[in-house]
């Protein structure tokens, strides 16, 4: 488990690329329908979860991290293409909004096991 410094830093990081991503989509065009429409989309792929945790938690984590949205906006600048920027910034604007929600990566041992520590309540003795 992590210090719970080091979370809340996590934590604030993920506010900042939250921030920093709903800002730069507000000065495109292609609207907060879009927006909304597709905010939670990434969470799809917690759908890996139905075949095992290892897999479900190798499809999450390569969903709920930055490396292809970043790609994907890269592509966005550099061919011109702005819905591609747009897309982009809608998923990195999730993953700020689950970090700073205190939902991480997660380990193969299964889905309320994060690299932010265990989401989610314990369950009550006797009940679980």
Excluded: C, Q
């Amino acid at each position: 488990m992590l210090p719970t410094t080091t979370v809340r830093w996590l934590r604030l990081e993920g506010a900042a690329v939250l921030a920093m991503s709903v800002l730069l989509y507000a000065r495109g065009a292609n609207g907060w329908l879009l927006f909304v429409a597709l905010l939670l989309l990434p969470d799809l792929s917690m759908l890996g979860y139905l075949r095992n945790a290892r897999v479900g938690a190798i499809i999450y984590n390569l969903v709920h991290s930055y490396p292809a949205p970043l790609l994907l906006a890269s592509y966005g600048v550099l061919a011109g293409r702005s819905l591609a920027i747009s897309l982009a910034l809608i998923w990195t604007a999730h993953i700020g909004v689950d970090r700073l929600a205190g939902y991480g990566l997660k380990l193969p041992t299964g889905f309320r096991e994060t690299h932010l520590g265990r989401i989610g309540r314990e369950p009550a003795p006797g009940r679980g």
